[in-house]
């Protein structure tokens, strides 16, 4: 028999996603990407030892979704041989993370534009929704949608 | 700044209409919908200037005038468009900013009157009642909170790491700052 749950019925099931891991090549620079070019805020930055950080940053719009940019280097995440193959991939671009979202498109992309992030697709009417494609500094790509009003 | 056709067109190059203005090479196809774009353009370089003017300016003594002049436009019609797309007055922004910033200096330990002048407002009554009013926290409160975050994130920087990173990477195992 099939039953139609709301989400409010599924009280024990899964509600949230409230941590995702993106990889990044250097945290100091992807810091200086997600915090002063983003705008995102940082939620938990610790040391955990050396060469190691933990350090998660928030969309404004939603501070209970932590993104963690986890660095890829040799250590307790990944081996030698793991780190070397996961750093190629992420600077060759092979990792899309995500959708962002923003209120206004065009005046989001101008403005990123202007603080030095690369675009690779600039705001374009597609049939499913307004969107444009950016690039993290280490080469994560992510899409960037307007809410629709 | 004037703009080629082509760049602006670049800015909405709806696939559709952008197939048919450049088919066989000829001369851009007039579309109505794409032209009451683009004088959009122009008042969005603007608008967007307007706004990194204020994320750079806020600590200054900068009013509304200001604002208005380096975006070009009358102080009405710059709010009204501003409004548009931040869902904020410039002025409204304005304040936003000098308290997103104050929470940044709060959370480094300053003195609530050194932040208070530092991020432009010039009266520690009418800032800390605006910092409650946009963060439902005075700023004596927020800082000790924070401050307080901190410290355990210093000591103990597990209790804010989901255990399955720490666990699957034996961090609980080969550390000892639990």
């Given at each position: 028999m099939i039953t139609t749950f709301g989400l409010s019925n599924n009280i024990n099931m899964i509600t949230k996603l409230n941590h995702v891991s993106v990889f990044v090549l250097d945290q100091n620079s992807a810091y200086d990407f997600y915090v002063?070019?983003?705008?995102f805020t940082v939620n938990t930055d610790a040391?955990?030892?050396?060469?190691m950080r933990w350090l998660t940053v928030c969309p404004p719009g939603q501070p209970e979704l932590e993104i963690s940019l986890m660095a890829?280097?040799?250590?307790m995440m990944f081996d030698a041989q793991s780190a070397h193959q996961m750093r190629e991939l992420v600077q060759r671009g092979t990792f899309g993370f995500g959708v962002f979202e923003c209120n206004d498109l065009i005046a989001t992309y101008e403005e990123l534009k202007a603080k030095g992030v690369e675009f690779t697709k600039a705001p374009t009417k597609e049939f499913y929704g307004f969107e444009a494609l950016f690039k993290d500094d280490s080469g994560n790509w992510f899409s960037l949608g307007e809410k629709k009003r | 700044m004037i703009l080629s056709w082509r760049e602006r067109t670049n800015m909405f190059n709806c696939s559709v209409l952008t197939g048919s203005a450049f088919s066989n090479n000829k001369k851009p196809i007039f579309i109505p919908e794409m032209t009451n774009q683009l004088p959009k353009i122009y008042l969005y370089r603007r608008l967007v200037q307007a706004k990194l003017f204020i994320d750079k300016n806020?600590?200054?003594?900068?009013d509304l005038n200001d604002i208005a002049d380096e975006a070009y436009f009358s102080k009405y019609h710059f709010i009204r468009l501003f409004k548009n797309i931040y869902g904020k007055t410039p002025h409204q922004y304005l304040i936003q900013v000098r308290v997103e910033n104050a929470r940044l200096q709060l959370k480094k330990g300053l003195p609530i009157a050194n932040v208070c002048y530092a991020v432009g407002f010039d009266s520690v009554t009418s800032f800390s009642a605006l910092f409650k009013k946009i963060t439902s926290r005075s700023p004596a409160n927020y800082q000790q909170t924070e401050l307080k975050r901190q410290a355990e994130m210093q000591q103990s920087p597990l209790k804010f790491i989901p255990g399955c990173f720490a666990r699957e990477k034996e961090w609980l195992r080969n550390r000892n700052f639990q």
């Open positions: 002063n070019k983003l705008g040391a955990m030892g050396p060469g890829v280097t040799e250590g | 806020y600590h200054e003594p900068i």
